[in-house]
């Protein structure tokens, strides 16, 4: 998640602060891995959202929805794997989960401000 989406205000203070409470609590499963991209990442490698779908725990498709063109699918080879290229690089420039929990209990506390 990068973290403007955490940062940008949408609702009002106190919608923010619960939103963000429920990403803490989501991230306490042992099947929910949230890291935030920080700005000082810099430029995130995918400027669009892309979902990677895989089948027996290894990815054999992208799904993406553009403005423009709607949600599609695509099982090209080429495409997953740029797509899990893409994710793997996004992990890397993203902060830890324990960063992360860090980072968005910060981001939490200025919007209850």
Do not use: W
């Not at 779908?53 to 993406?64: E, F, I, M, Q, W």
């Not at 695509?74 to 690089?89: G, I, K, L, Q, Y």
């Amino acid at each position: 998640m990068h973290e403007a989406v955490l940062r940008t205000a949408v609702g009002g203070a106190a919608v923010m602060v619960g939103q963000i409470d429920h990403l803490m609590v989501l991230m306490q499963s042992p099947h929910v891995t949230l890291q935030v991209l920080p700005y000082k990442a810099g430029a995130a490698p995918s400027h669009l959202p892309f979902t990677l779908l895989a089948l027996d725990g290894k990815p054999h498709a992208v799904y993406a929805e553009t403005p423009t063109h709607g949600g599609q699918v695509d099982e090209t080879p080429s495409v997953v794997a740029s797509a899990v290229n893409m994710f793997d690089r996004l992990r890397m420039a993203a902060c830890s989960e324990e960063e992360s929990l860090v980072l968005i209990r910060k981001i939490m506390e200025d919007h209850a401000k």
